[in-house]
Every structure is written in C-alpha cells, then in structure tokens.
C-alpha cells in the first residue's frame, strides 16, 4: 500500500494596520511613521495597565512596543509591493494569508492618486525623463518622492496595459478588471488615459494651461468623453429629458451625452455648477476606446473647408450670428450696457469664428487634439476678453453661433444627408466649448496667453475678399498689435 505525505503549514492570518499602510505608502520611513503614531490621541490619552499603568517608564515599552509592530508592518509591505503592483498575483499567492476584503483594500489603496502629485504628472509623457523630474514633482506637490514614483509607475502601468488592447473597448472595464479595482478608481483612471492618449498640453508650468487644476482636468475629461467619444449605452441621466422622437438630431457620437446641450423645452443653456455636480468620472464608465468619434470630427473638418474657403458665405455667417446676438441683447433690455462690447465683438467676430471652425477641424488630426485647450483660451477666450464681453452675454453668442449656421443657404446644408450631421456636430461641438470657457473665463485673462501664440491669431484674409472682410482684416491687423 502506497503512502501519501503531504507537506502543509499552519499560519495566523496577517493583521494589517490601516494606519500604518497609509505612512507607508505616503512613503514615509518606518521612524516617521513611529512619530505619527506616538502623536496618535489614543497612544497620547490612553490608560495601559497592562504596560505597568502610568509614567515614563509606560511610555517607553509603549514607544517600544510601537517601533516593533512598526517595523513589522514596513517589512510585510516590501515584501507585498511585488504582489500589488500585480494584483491579479496577489489574489492568487498564498505566501500571506490576508482576508479578501482587506486585500481589495489594500489594491485600492496602493492604486489611488493624489490630487496634487497627478496633477504634476499630466502633460508630459510617462518617459524615463519624467522620472528623473520626481524630486521636482515631489517638491511642487509637497508628497514624498517614494509616493511620487509609486504613483507614477502606477499610472505607466495602467495606461500601457489598455495600450496594449490598442485602446479598444470600455477603458473603465479594462483597468477594473485587470487591476481589480473599483468602478470609481477604475472611472478616474480612465479620464486620465484620455488626456494623456490625447496628450493635452495641460502640464503646470505651461503658460497658457498651467492654472487649470486637478479638478478642471478631470471634469473636462469627463464631459469631452462622453459627448464626443462613443459610448457603449445612453445614460439616460446624461441626456435631454422629454425628447421627442421627431426632434432627434442626427447621432453623430453614438449614444453621446446631451446634458451639455441646450433645453429643447426652453433653450436656456445648462448651469456650469449644475454641469460640474452630473458630470464626474463615474459618468465615463459606460465610454467606448479613448479616439473622438469618427462621423463628428469629419463633419467638423467638412465644415471648416467648406466656409474657409467660400468668405461670401462666411461674411453671412458672421451677420447673421450679429443680428441674433443683437436681438438676443435688446430683449433683455440691457443694450446700453453692452453696446461697446458687442461693436468691438462685431470687429473682431472673424476671429472667433475662424477660431472655433480651426479648432473644429484640428480634432480629425491627433497632433492638434493636443493643443484643444491651449487653442481655445488663446484663439477664443482672448478675443473675448479683449472685446470685454460679459459672462451673460456669451451664452447669447453661443446660442447664435448654433443658430445662425443653420439659417445659411448653401448646398452642402440643403443636402438631406448632409444637412443633419453637420449642424448636429457644430450644435454639440460648440456646446461643450462653451463649458469649457465658461468654466475658467473669470481665471483666463489675456496677459497669461503665451507670446508665441499671438502669431496663431494672425489669419490675414485673402486678396481676393469683399469690402467687407476687408475691413476685418485691417481690425485683425490693428488687433495684432495691441499689447495684452
């Protein structure tokens, strides 16, 4: 008869100190930590009778008996950081014995991001040179570099684990089951794989977007991605309540989001506070890949070519846009008030326009995707600024830049094919710009536009143009040598 010998071992399940696991992974050293838990209220207020009661003598087994499980708990961290930065390993190993529940805390915990230290690492890619920067971002952000760079490889990880999928499916889906995550860590990672794939030039130091914050960023990621990104299913909390069948428009983001767009009912535009409380990483959970959607970048792009490059039809765009911006003003019986603002609108309206039709037409090109913010505070938000437009009264231009387009007549619109996408991708093109600016425009002010992008401003119109436009470049040419 065959004997069987079994080689097994009997171990106590790992306690883990929640306290300790956070100075550890704030990366403190195991004395600092032993300071912060001295300074704990209970180790300070406490009766121990079984350290001898009271006195010094009290305090220092309390200080030792501290130490040890300090160090202890440093030791067992080394050696787990092998297996969290792997988490489908640290479900499976049975080297240490650490209850489910805990071990999901501590996934979740060694993935998190701090504001502060995240927002140093966007705008600059996750390079070997960015590495070298830590001492900087741990410095500006006011972490520890052991921190800094934990966060950093992190976030390498990730990104490079749905590169590898070719940024196809639902990003939040594939960070969360790959790294077994929460749906809202996983949500917020996501938002971050989409500025840095778009590799928005957002970093800091940059003189155009470095005032925009950590919460700016993640809320213009989330309303970029759900209203022009496709998304797996519509959300219902994110669209147009009471929406009619017959009042449609064309679907040029599949399932996108309309929260950003005007009321049907009303046509009053969306509040930014009540956008900035809807729109939050979670609301991305349900976006598919991290690339705009083809059908609204090419309407965007078509549209561009084809008013560029007709300036009789750009000329009535722009009157039109004047003439409902006007009419919009004189009913809300404020037209004294804005009456210089609007005639040195009406001056510099080529700008603006030609601004968001350029920037329009960049979101077909990857290269140009990553300049969408820079270029819409420096192309747009300047001009205004400079015109000294009011926040009311933006709202009542975005509204005639919507409207004016579809009162053109011009064959590419009259198309019944054609016509929908178009006005669909400029409606919803021109609503999310307009949260944007909004946004930052009481921030924005034209002294922080870099020098080198005033020549960007400088379309000179051709030869070849009416009177009219004419006159617009003899203002555009006077406006480009107006200090800031």
């Given amino acids: 008869m065959m004997r069987e010998v079994f080689e097994a071992f009997l171990t106590d399940p790992i306690r883990i100190n929640e306290d300790v696991y956070a100075l550890w992974l704030e990366g403190h050293n195991a004395g600092d930590a032993l300071a912060a838990r001295l300074r704990m209220p209970w180790a300070a207020a406490a009766d121990m009778p079984f350290l001898g009661g009271g006195g010094a003598d009290a305090a220092a087994k309390l200080r030792e008996l501290l130490w040890r499980d300090t160090v202890d708990q440093y030791r067992l961290f080394d050696k787990l950081e092998h ?4 988490p489908s390993l640290f479900r499976s ?3 240490f014995q650490i209850p489910p529940i805990q071990q999901h805390y501590m996934i979740e915990r060694y993935y998190s991001l701090d504001a502060e230290v995240g927002r ?7 390079s070997s040179r960015l590495e070298k920067d830590l001492d900087e971002v741990a410095e500006r952000s006011g972490g520890t570099i052991k921190s800094c760079r934990r966060q950093l490889e992190n976030l390498r990880r990730v990104y490079s684990a749905v590169e590898d999928r070719n940024f196809h499916g639902i990003p939040c889906k594939a960070v969360s089951e790959l790294f077994l995550v929460s749906e809202q860590l996983a949500s917020k990672y996501a938002c971050l794989l989409f500025i840095l794939h778009a590799r928005f030039q957002v970093h800091p130091q940059h ?5 925009l914050t950590w919460h700016d960023l993640r809320f213009f990621a989330a309303l970029l991605m759900v209203h022009w990104l496709p998304q797996r299913k519509t959300q219902p909390q994110l669209m147009l309540s009471k929406r009619p069948p017959e009042e449609a428009g064309e679907e040029v983001v599949e399932h ?8 049907l009912a009303t046509g009053d535009w969306p509040a930014i506070g009540f956008l900035q409380e809807k729109l939050q990483p979670m609301s991305v959970r349900a976006t598919v890949g991290l690339d705009l959607s083809h059908p609204f970048t090419n309407c965007l792009r078509d549209l ?3 008013l560029v490059n007709d300036n009789d039809v750009l000329r009535v765009y722009r009157e039109k846009v004047m003439a409902r911006l006007r009419s919009s003003v004189a009913a809300g ?14 001056s510099k309206l080529y700008l603006v326009v030609h601004g968001f039709l350029t920037i329009g037409a960049g979101l077909s090109q990857p290269k140009e995707i990553q300049h969408l913010l820079e270029h819409l505070l420096s192309r747009v938000v300047r001009v205004l600024h400079d015109c000294e437009m009011r926040k009311p009264q933006l709202n009542a231009l975005f509204s005639a830049l919507v409207d004016a387009l579809a009162e053109l007549d011009v064959w590419y619109l009259n198309g019944q094919e054609t016509r929908g996408l178009l006005l669909a991708s400029w409606d919803r093109f021109i609503s999310v ?7 930052v425009y009481d921030r924005c002010h034209p002294m922080a536009v870099s020098a080198h992008e005033r020549d960007a401003l400088g379309i000179q119109p051709e030869a070849t143009q009416s009177a009219s436009l004419s006159a617009q470049a003899a203002s555009l040419t006077s406006y480009e040598s107006q200090p800031y």
Avoid: N
């Fill in 333 to 346: 019986g404020a037209v004294s008030d804005s009456s210089q603002s609007l005639s040195q609108l009406e």
């Fill in 256 to 263: 996108g989001a309309e929260i950003a767009l005007r009321s």
């Fill in 120 to 126: 140093w690492l966007l705008g600059k890619k996750l």
């Fill in 433 to 439: 710009c307009r949260v944007v600016i909004l946004s």
């Fill in 93 to 95: 190993q049975l080297l």
């Fill in 207 to 211: 003189p155009s977007t470095g005032f």
């Fill in 83 to 86: 297996y969290l930065s792997q």
């Fill in 304 to 306: 561009k070519a084809h």
